[in-house]
């Protein structure tokens, strides 16, 4: 997300050779600092959106390891005994299928949020949100 917004102020740290997990975390503050000074309405509708694309990552990631572990086994059942009739060669051919269309949902949600956050973020910082006069002063 970091090429996505345009104020690249919102990721530096007082630390110079800050790691990546660092400027994650000075986003992720500056991120839920402009949620805050939102109307509740539109807070409310980014927050949920928000939510629902880091649980749909959040399932479809572990769908996906599910489906690696499941692939793993097969491999190792069939291998251990010999068996790769036709039955055993369309599971396998259909855990690629499923872990492959999987992927692609969890490699798009993922664009997704990034673009997103980042859009946000870039409108917010351009002054297109109107901000709550109730709201914490920057």
Same mark, same amino acid.
């Given at each position: 997300?970091?090429? !996505?917004?345009?104020?690249?102020?919102?990721?530096?740290?007082?630390?110079?050779? =800050?790691?990546?997990?660092?400027?994650? /975390?000075?986003?992720?503050?500056?991120?839920?600092?402009?949620?805050?000074?939102?109307?509740?309405?539109?807070?409310?509708?980014?927050?949920?959106?928000?939510?629902?694309?880091?649980?749909?990552?959040?399932? !479809?990631?572990?769908?996906?390891?599910?489906? $690696?572990?499941?692939? $793993?086994?097969?491999?190792?059942?069939?291998?251990?005994?010999?068996?790769?009739?036709?039955?055993?060669?369309? /599971?396998?051919?259909?855990?690629?299928?499923?872990?492959?269309?999987? /992927?692609?949902?969890?490699?798009?949600?993922?664009?997704?949020?990034?673009?997103?956050?980042?859009?946000?973020?870039?409108?917010?910082?351009?002054?297109?949100?109107?901000?709550? =006069?109730?709201?914490?002063?920057?």
């Amino acid at each position: 997300m970091n090429g !996505l917004v345009q104020n690249q102020e919102i990721f530096e740290t007082s630390n110079q050779q =800050s790691s990546p997990h660092e400027k994650y /975390y000075k986003m992720e503050f500056n991120w839920q600092k402009q949620l805050l000074m939102l109307e509740e309405d539109k807070r409310k509708y980014i927050a949920e959106r928000y939510a629902y694309l880091l649980s749909t990552i959040h399932g !479809l990631g572990a769908l996906l390891v599910s489906l $690696v572990s499941s692939f $793993v086994a097969v491999l190792i059942i069939a291998w251990s005994h010999h068996i790769l009739n036709g039955l055993m060669l369309f /599971y396998i051919l259909f855990l690629i299928y499923l872990g492959f269309s999987v /992927y692609k949902g969890f490699k798009y949600y993922s664009e997704n949020l990034n673009h997103f956050q980042a859009n946000f973020l870039n409108s917010f910082l351009a002054g297109d949100f109107k901000i709550n =006069s109730d709201a914490p002063k920057q």
